[in-house]
């Protein structure tokens, strides 16, 4: 289902993103994965930090999430934070690769 930017930002980024990223899509093939990682500390950790920890940006550490709800941290690499430095991601990403990455923050990326 598409849902324009309009209705997004009437609906709120958190209630859009219900209806534009289910629970279970696919996951992202291995290989990208691999280079997801990647993006996710090279271009990610030039804010937040290499190991999530902040800088620019919040921490993203497990910690830091917790009890943060999956849908709106979606919305947000997503559509990104107008006013902030955080850009949204969605021309540049799947949608199951942002949930991909979302998780893998909420799961404590990087793992030592």
């Given at each position: 289902m598409k849902v324009s930017r309009h209705a997004v930002k009437r609906l709120g980024l958190a209630v859009a993103s219900l209806l534009l990223i289910p629970a279970a899509l696919a996951e992202p093939s291995a290989e990208r994965q691999?280079?997801?990682?990647?993006?996710?500390?090279?271009?990610?950790?030039?804010?937040?930090?290499?190991?999530?920890?902040?800088?620019?940006?919040?921490?993203?550490?497990?910690?830091a999430l917790a009890g943060k709800p999956r849908e709106s941290l979606i919305a947000t690499v997503t559509y990104g934070r107008p006013g902030t430095a955080m850009p949204g991601w969605q021309p540049l990403l799947e949608e199951q690769e942002i949930a991909w990455l979302v998780d893998q923050l909420l799961e404590g990326f990087p793992q030592p």
């Open positions: 691999t280079q997801l990682a990647n993006l996710l500390k090279q271009d990610c950790g030039s804010c937040h930090g290499l190991r999530m920890t902040g800088g620019l940006g919040p921490a993203l550490t497990r910690a």
